[in-house]
Every structure is written in C-alpha cells, then in structure tokens.
C-alpha cells in the first residue's frame, strides 16, 4: 500500500515562509511526475508547481517567483518551499505523483496525500 503524507502547514504572516514536505511510502518501484495541489475555501483545487522525474518545473502563474518545488529520489519526498507568503495563498495543500507499484505487474498509482492547512494571516 503507498501513502503520501505532508507535513509543515500551519499558520504564518504575510510575507512569511513556510516548507512543505511530502513523503511517499510504501511498495515503490518509482516515482514519475510530482505536484502540489491547493484548494481554498468554496473553491475548486488548483495546480500549484509540478516537476517531473526528469526534473522538470512548472509554476501557476500566481506564484511564479514566490514559491520553489524540489525533491529527494532517494526519499521519495517532494517539498515546496513556499516565500513571501499572501493571505490569497490560504488553503489546503495536497501533494500529488504517479508512482510505479504493484505485483507481479505494476502499475501506476495516482496517489494523493491528506493535505496540509496553511494559513496566511496577520
């Protein structure tokens, strides 16, 4: 069974800095794209940043310059390191990422994890 779990949500001001991290765990062969979602109130969820496993970045367009996406293979984690923090970058944040696994044939799996509440406000 794989799981994607975030930890390093929380509470921080505008202008502030906070880090996200993402491990996944688990039966894992490997790990192609990963991503980071977020959803804020009464909202649909967003893409935040991706990167492939060829290291590969992508940004929305409303952090571009404020946030970075990063990942260890060797711990099967994705992190986002999140800068000059806004009220509008309230919401639950969700990792996402295509991982190979399964016998005796894997397969990919689109797992998520639980998200992780992050609250900018003074």
């Known amino acids: 069974q794989v799981q994607l779990v975030e930890s390093g949500g929380g509470l921080e001001r505008p202008g502030g800095s906070l880090r996200l991290s993402c491990a996944a765990s688990?039966?894992?062969?490997?790990?192609?794209?990963m991503a980071w979602y977020r959803q804020a109130p009464g909202k649909q969820r967003e893409l935040v940043a991706t990167i492939t496993g060829g290291g590969s970045l992508n940004y929305a367009d409303s952090v571009k310059g404020r946030f970075t996406i990063s990942r260890d293979n060797a711990k099967n984690t994705v992190y986002l390191q999140m800068n000059r923090l806004k009220p509008e970058d309230t919401a639950v944040y969700f990792c996402?990422?295509?991982?190979?696994?399964?016998?005796?044939?894997?397969?990919?799996?689109?797992?998520w994890g639980q998200g992780t509440l992050v609250t900018v406000s003074s």
């Open positions: 688990g039966m894992i062969f490997s790990i192609n794209d």
């Open positions: 996402n990422a295509e991982i190979l696994t399964g016998q005796p044939t894997p397969w990919t799996l689109d797992a």
